[in-house]
């Protein structure tokens, strides 16, 4: 049996363990939740935010089913930020689960993304403050097709100054936002696939694309890349995750729409599957 089988057997074992936490003799065995949610993150809620839904939901289901019992401490997170402006799978683990949720941050994710070239900004997609502009008519569709496959493979990638990258134990964001000057190290990533979407049907300038990259890569930052081998400047328009290791968009239930049972029927085991 290899390593991942194994890892697996054990995330199975641990989830269903069963605590009781109970009050007085009489009191009835309580079984914590433990698994995976695939939630479909909307755009102007954060990660966080989408966990604490997710968390208040459970809180309350429990209190309303268990009201004479003293109940644990709710552990609840996400494997993999998907910013603000973002929207589609997000990894939430619930319980002994989140112990797992590393290989969902490590593994491999898909996304759908529009941009625009002659501009960038700060935050390296559209609503950041505009910093410097650069002509873009010479880029065809040829040359922009050329510049799109040449991003395939491994690559050293500078993280974007507003994001979530660690840097001397601080987010890069809480540097950006301060103004304090940081030296922002290349990552080393890996675009396994990448192609052009029809849409938008406009045409250059705007474009759309479809990527499956690993772990820790940014596409805001893979965008700026691309233009500048066309010798312009690029900014990200939207982004949607439509796929995070065995998650898909698919299967995804929106966060607004969720509700105690819905969570507990839709919890699944986790797995280190990419």
């Known amino acids: 049996m290899g390593t991942a089988a194994l890892l697996n057997c054990l995330i199975v074992l641990l989830c269903r363990v069963s605590h009781g936490y109970n009050v007085g003799k009489n009191a009835a065995p309580f079984e914590p939740l433990c698994g995976i949610l695939n939630v479909n993150k909307p755009r102007g809620i954060t990660s966080s935010d989408a966990c604490q839904i997710v968390k208040r ?16 401490r709710i552990k609840v997170g996400h494997g993999g930020t998907l910013d603000m ?9 619930v319980g002994r689960a989140t112990k797992f949720l590393p290989f969902y941050l490590q593994g491999n994710k898909t996304y759908e993304a529009t941009g625009v070239l002659g501009y960038e900004t700060d935050t390296l997609d559209v609503h950041g403050e505009r910093l410097k502009e650069a002509p873009c008519d010479h880029v065809t569709d040829a040359a922009f097709d050329a510049a799109l496959h040449s991003m395939r493979g491994l690559y050293e990638q500078v993280p974007p100054i507003y994001s979530s990258k660690k840097c001397r134990g601080r987010r890069l964001r809480d540097y950006a936002i301060k103004k304090i000057p940081v030296e922002v190290k290349p990552c080393k990533v ?10 938008p049907s406009k045409g250059l300038p705007h474009f759309a694309l479809r990527v499956t990259t690993s772990g820790g890569t940014y596409v805001r930052s893979l965008i700026r890349d691309m233009a500048y081998k066309l010798n312009t400047l690029g900014t990200m328009e939207s982004l949607i995750r439509v796929a995070k290791c065995n998650l898909s968009l698919a299967d995804s239930l929106p966060v607004h729409s969720l509700d105690y049972d819905t969570i507990v029927r839709s919890l699944r085991n986790p797995t280190i599957e990419q």
Not at 85 to 93: D, Q, S
Request: charged share 25%; aromatic share 6%; proline share 6%.
């Open 85 to 93: 402006h973002a929207e589609g799978v997000l990894a939430i683990g």
């Open 57 to 72: 939901i459970i809180r309350d289901g429990l209190r309303e089913r268990y009201p004479t019992i003293v109940l644990p």
């Open 190 to 199: 890996v675009v396994y696939s990448i192609e052009r979407l029809s849409r």
